[in-house]
């Protein structure tokens, strides 16, 4: 019998209170299709009802692939567990997830991915949930939030603190999937699927080897479909014993705003000189000390916003291999890509799938990790999961809270205030106007990151700022790196109100930051 159904044939199959996980970074990877049929299934029939949604990365994005957004609506979806949420900017409208999450109207969580996909490892053998540090002292402990993100979900708590041998854990129990959807680019006819135009293999795998284990429903979402015994079996990704349905969706984007870049998949090595240099300003000032961190051969991981941009640096400064970038989706090396493309990568040597890269990232077996902050509290804590005033802005936490929980370095960069109108010449930075508000706050509003936590760990955190460079010290915030022409004493200390310092040794950033030619990087 052939596995290749309509999106209405696939969906019919999902029961009411069904738990679906969901395969998608985004755009990438994302079984839009057939999300779209279950929620028209639910607009025409009433049906399923009060489903969970697992997904331990964002399904859709706000440019035109909705994903999750599907799925908001009243009655359809009872919870959601997502280690990231659609996200963009101000200008478009709010996610109807989002609507939902901040009207109450959902029980939403907002779970790191790492913990997410071990959950998923953990229910698929059958143990007993997933034992951790990873998240201690932030918003994912129930000392803070618990993970939960309005009052629906504090009322149903889905992790505690548990004494193991000694010491103190997480404890997130079980959450067993009934359906896994997910996508590929080819299928055969016993549904063995292959991921040759795809940037990333994503966790698939792991979420319906968990769906079969329990007697679950795997749908596969894919562009085309060949006769059975043509895949090459090394090629195969997910083996058709695992598939129950195959929908075909020849239009399906790889990833946001693009169709298809084979240079994405993996399957064409672009020239570097066909990468655009980074744009001069003040944010590839910051992106360039960061780079400062940087010696050949290091493995770095990096993240989204000011971070993104430090491949491109090293890419001007004549050495774009001289180090190895990891990033959560799974690709290996080659040049992370950045705005609707972030999350891919081009002229990749590798692709982990997700869940293996987080083991990879909880354990810290990288050198450096370069991440982006909203706000940073005068403990040395991070906000990047939540901005109550326009919470879409933010995507959630992501893989961030398990790449920070071990790492042995991290760079975080971002703005010192918002809004600040700043003149920067190659002698120097100058504040012409102050911002309309400062991000070292006396509190952050979310604790993606404890400080606390890092000083226990012996962590070396650095914050890079286009004012200075501060560092994580037992008394606080420590700005020991100045850049020129900044004025410390009116444009870092009372522009934080007291609650940046600055050391009597700090130094003055090199004038090559804000050269206009390379800055002279050396691997």
């Keep these: 019998m052939s596995k290749v159904v309509t999106p209405a044939e696939a969906v019919a199959r999902i029961a009411d209170d069904a738990v679906v996980t969901v395969s998608s970074s985004s755009s990438l990877g994302c079984p839009d299709l057939v999300l ?67 009207e109450d ?15 998923h490892r953990e229910a698929a053998a059958r143990r007993p949930g997933v034992l951790t540090k990873v998240g201690m002292e932030t918003f994912a402990d129930p000392i803070r939030e618990g993970c939960a993100m309005n009052e629906r979900a504090k009322a149903a708590p889905i992790v505690k603190r548990v004494e193991f041998d000694g010491e103190t854990w997480l404890h997130f129990p ?33 979420q319906a080897i968990c769906v079969r284990n329990h007697g679950g429903l795997v749908i596969a979402q894919v562009s085309r479909v060949t006769a059975a015994g043509t895949l090459r079996p090394h090629d195969v990704r997910v083996p ?23 240079a994405i ?54 050495h774009p291999e001289a180090v190895t970038w990891a990033i959560e989706q799974g690709a290996v090396g080659g040049m992370p890509l950045t705005g609707f493309a972030f999350g891919c990568a081009s002229n990749a040597w590798g692709y982990i799938p997700s869940p293996q890269q987080f083991i990879y990232f909880q354990g810290a077996g990288f050198d450096v990790s370069f991440l982006s902050f909203l706000e940073v509290d005068v403990e ?38 918002a809004g600040a109108q700043i003149a920067l010449t190659e002698a120097g930075i100058t504040v012409e106007a102050p911002g309309k508000f400062t991000k070292m706050v006396e509190q952050v509003e979310h604790v993606t990151f404890s400080g606390n936590r890092a000083r226990a760990q012996g962590q070396d955190v650095l914050y890079i ?29 009372a522009a934080s109100k007291g609650r940046v310092r600055v050391a009597a040794d700090a130094t003055v950033m090199p004038l090559s930051l804000l050269s206009t030619e390379p800055m002279g990087w050396q691997p």
Aim: glycine fraction near 12%; proline fraction near 7%; hydrophobic fraction near 40%.
């Design 36 to 102: 779209k049929a279950l929620g028209a299934r639910f607009r025409t029939e009433g049906h399923p009802r009060r489903i969970t949604a697992l997904h331990p990365i964002a399904a859709g994005d706000m440019y035109g692939v909705p994903g999750m957004d599907h799925l908001a609506q009243d009655g359809l979806l009872a919870r959601v567990l997502a280690g990231s949420y659609p996200s963009g900017p101000s200008s478009l409208p709010m996610p109807e997830i989002w609507r939902m999450i901040v």
């Design 105 to 119: 109207r959902v029980a939403a969580w907002n779970v790191p991915s790492g913990i997410l996909f071990d959950m």
């Design 174 to 206: 079980n959450i067993v999937p009934d359906v896994c959807i997910l996508r590929a680019t080819t299928a055969d006819e016993r549904g063995n699927l292959t991921y040759e135009h795809e940037g990333a293999y994503l966790g698939g795998l792991e």
């Design 240 to 262: 058709g014993h695992l598939v129950d349905l195959i929908v075909i969706d020849p239009d399906q984007k790889q990833t946001c705003e693009t169709p298809y870049d084979p």
């Design 265 to 318: 998949s993996g399957q064409i090595i672009r020239p570097w000189s066909s990468f655009s240099r980074a744009e001069h300003g003040v944010e590839k000032v910051i992106a360039r000390r960061a780079a400062m961190e940087l010696k050949g051969g290091m493995t770095a991981n990096l993240g989204f916003g000011i971070s993104a941009m430090v491949p491109r640096i090293l890419l001007e400064e004549g």
């Design 380 to 417: 040395g804590n991070v906000n990047v999961s939540k901005l109550g005033k326009k919470p879409y802005l933010t995507a959630g936490c992501g893989g961030f809270v398990d790449i920070t929980s071990h790492a042995k370095k991290i760079v975080f960069a971002g703005w010192f205030e």
């Design 465 to 493: 700022t286009e004012r200075c460079v501060m560092r994580l010290t037992e008394d606080g915030l420590v700005a020991t790196e100045i850049m020129p022409g900044i004025v410390p004493d009116r444009d870092i200390v």
